[in-house]
């Protein structure tokens, strides 16, 4: 329970989910800054797919009213003795953790048996202001654009689940997906040394913006069946066939030579390729590889 909490009887613009379908913009009083807390004026805030979930009434914890937002840059405006400056920028971690139970009292809050993150199980930062922890928050480097800060929170899955891939440099990297996440996966995996990058999407929109980003694409096997265009590289060259243009071990997929030999497949591409490798890792939740190990790369909302 949270104790010495101040009230303001002012109130501030804040994006307010309703129920399925509906996002009003209101007036509602300013959060509440208990000791240990900081008070942030939000620059700007990011909007995820999970709050779209949450908008359209599918999200399994949202309870409406609810003050939407889990991706967010601000300044401090109030703090305390644990906390940066006023005047400093910071993005914002946005779980919440107990402080209690053993990963809390072990350093490993994220899995926090009781974990909770705001914007979801409570007020997120689209609004005016919001209050959070002063351990939630990390400064912003000075030079790095409001905006491009703003990507903190959907760039710590990348780097996290490229840094669980182990991509050291030189391997091949397979992405599934080319939405956020996925495309910011490519980003890292490349940033990290990967001579080469392939992704794998359904949606001809999300494959251009990868091949914009001068990845290699492969579309799903359903279109290839109709007759589409075959996958192409970032120069738009097309590759005869697609199961010889992919890597044979993905970079997710560690060499593990003393594994018997069988496949793995994912129908809805038409790829397949010896599951000599475990794990998997994912950026969303767990692997769906046929016989391979789940590794979740980071408690997503």
């Not at 959060?31 to 399994?60: M, Q």
């Not at 940066?84 to 971690?93: A, I, L």
């Not at 990348?158 to 495309?183: D, N």
């Not at 794998?200 to 980003?213: H, M, N, T, Y």
Request: positive net charge.
């Amino acid at each position: 329970m949270v104790t010495n909490a101040v009230s303001w009887d002012a109130t501030m613009r804040a994006a307010v989910w309703t129920g399925p379908g509906r996002v009003d913009v209101r007036d509602v009083p300013y959060p509440r800054v208990p000791d240990g807390w900081l008070l942030l004026r939000v620059e700007y805030g990011g909007i995820c797919g999970t709050d779209l979930s949450i908008v359209a009434g599918k999200h399994p914890r949202a309870a409406a009213p609810l003050v939407l937002g889990h991706e967010i840059v601000g300044i401090v405006v109030r703090t305390g003795p644990d906390g940066p400056p006023v005047g400093t920028r910071v993005v914002v971690e946005p779980l919440i953790s107990c402080g209690r139970c053993w990963a809390c009292r072990h350093q490993e809050s994220h899995v926090c048996r009781e974990l909770e993150l705001f914007g979801i199980d409570a007020a997120g930062g689209l609004a005016d202001h919001m209050a959070v922890p002063a351990d939630r928050v990390v400064p912003v480097q000075p030079g790095v654009p409001v905006r491009r800060a703003a990507w903190a929170e959907p760039l710590a899955v990348a780097v996290h689940a490229v840094a669980r891939a182990q991509v050291r440099g030189g391997e091949s990297v397979l992405v599934f997906g080319a939405g956020p996440i996925g495309i910011l996966v490519a980003l890292v995996a490349r940033k990290a040394g990967a001579a080469r990058t392939v992704v794998v999407e359904q949606k001809a929109s999300r494959r251009k913006i990868a091949a914009d980003c001068g990845f290699e694409t492969v579309p799903d096997a359903s279109t290839r069946r109709r007759g589409s265009a075959p996958p192409t590289d970032p120069k738009g060259r097309t590759s005869s066939s697609t199961r010889q243009d992919i890597p044979t071990s993905p970079a997710c997929c560690p060499p593990r030579p003393a594994r018997p030999a069988r496949s793995c497949w994912w129908p809805s591409t038409g790829i397949r390729w010896p599951s000599t490798c475990e794990p998997c890792v994912s950026a969303s939740s767990a692997c769906s590889a046929p016989g391979s190990t789940p590794a979740t790369t980071s408690p997503r909302p």
